[in-house]
């Protein structure tokens, strides 16, 4: 079973950055670049919403909210996922999750990380 583990969350001020890593395992007979890997946030009182994703052929996605400041890349040789987040706002405060998937219904998720955007 895939298994996922995301860190790097805390406390930053806006305009800082963070890095936000999601490590994966469980998985056996090919790499991480197989998986579809995506980055999710939910803020308190609000639903969970897709923030970034990659895909099998490295392509990526960004939800508009995060466009231009966030950066999603993946590390074959350590299994892992990162997602740069760089120029942070107040409103990017939520728990980041990495799931295999972009969409909601993904099947596997991690426990997530708290980030918190405030001077």
């Known amino acids: 079973q895939v298994q996922l583990v995301e860190s790097g969350g805390g406390l930053v001020q806006p305009g800082g950055s963070l890095r936000l890593s999601c490590s994966v395992s469980?998985?056996?007979?090919?790499?991480?670049?197989?998986?579809?890997i995506g980055w999710f946030r939910q803020a308190p009182g609000k639903e969970r919403e897709g923030v970034s994703c990659i895909s099998t052929t490295g392509s990526t996605y960004y939800a508009d909210s995060v466009k231009g400041r966030f950066t999603i890349s993946r590390d074959n040789a350590k299994n892992t996922v990162y997602l740069q987040m760089n120029s942070q706002k107040p409103e990017d405060t939520a728990v980041y999750y990495c799931?295999?998937?972009?969409?909601?219904?993904?099947?596997?998720w991690g426990q997530g990380t708290q980030v918190t955007v405030s001077s």
């Open positions: 799931a295999t998937g972009c969409a909601v219904a993904a099947d596997y």
């Open positions: 469980g998985f056996t007979g090919f790499t991480l670049d197989r998986l579809v």
